[in-house]
């Protein structure tokens, strides 16, 4: 089945620990990026990838890291998780730029 | 930011009755695109229209695009509970060596059956 993955879906952290949250995607697809969802602000992009080992900012990178060393995986690091990164975070994936998101089901990340 | 804005922030309608949200932008696209959300769950796609299309239908769904007016909307007919979700727009825009699809806050729409 033709998906985006991700995981973990729930995550509880503490301000300061790392963490990782991994995306695979198995439809060979190009583009990849990261969003985050909060209450009143809609989806933010944090990072995206055209390719492989090509990654640029989005709307709002601070804060978080990305690389893209295979076509499949798009991990998203926080290196030094804080309460204001308490959202829920959407991986998606697409052939190329321009065409239509498939998305994960989400991670929703709270630390306190 | 050119993030999409859509209009109204919720609608409220009866089955049966037929559901119009509206999106705005501020400059120009390559393209704009429709998804919807189930509560908290990924966002699914909808109906993409190009920056030279006018109007495109999908089953009981219809979007124009407005160009000169930076606007598009999405029509959803004969509305049915499950159609119950928040709908987003994203407009893809590509410039200046960068590409982005960016969303909007997204309307949220619930049909009373």
């Known amino acids: 089945e033709a998906q985006v993955t991700q995981n973990p879906r729930y995550l509880i952290t503490v301000t300061g620990k790392k963490l990782t949250v991994t995306c695979s995607q198995n439809m060979n697809h190009e583009y990849m990026s990261w969003y985050r969802q909060d209450p009143g602000l809609g989806l933010r992009q944090i990072y995206y990838?055209?390719?492989?080992?090509?990654?640029d900012k989005g709307d709002v990178p601070e804060g978080y890291k990305v690389s893209r060393k295979e076509k499949r995986n798009f991990p998203l690091i926080l290196e030094s998780p804080s309460p204001n990164q308490t959202s829920l975070y959407f991986c998606?994936?697409?052939?190329?730029?321009?065409?239509?998101?498939?998305f994960g089901n989400g991670t929703r990340l709270t630390v306190t | 930011s050119q993030q999409g804005e859509e209009d109204p922030q919720a609608l409220s309608i009866q089955e049966g009755e037929n559901a119009t949200m509206n999106c705005s932008y501020k400059?120009?696209?390559?393209?704009l695109q429709w998804y919807r959300q189930n509560s908290g769950r990924g966002l699914v796609h909808l109906i993409l229209?190009?920056?030279?299309?006018r109007e495109k239908h999908s089953g009981r769904l219809r979007v124009t695009l407005d160009t000169s007016k930076k606007s598009s909307s999405l029509l959803i007919t004969a509305s049915r509970a499950a159609d119950t979700a928040s709908y987003f727009c994203a407009t893809a825009y590509s410039g200046a060596g960068s590409y982005q699809l960016t969303f909007g806050k997204g309307t949220k729409l619930s049909v009373i059956p």
């Open positions: 229209i190009r920056s030279n299309e």
């Open positions: 400059t120009s696209i390559n393209n």
């Open positions: 998606a994936s697409s052939p190329y730029q321009f065409s239509p998101l498939h």
């Open positions: 990838s055209m390719n492989v080992e090509v990654t």
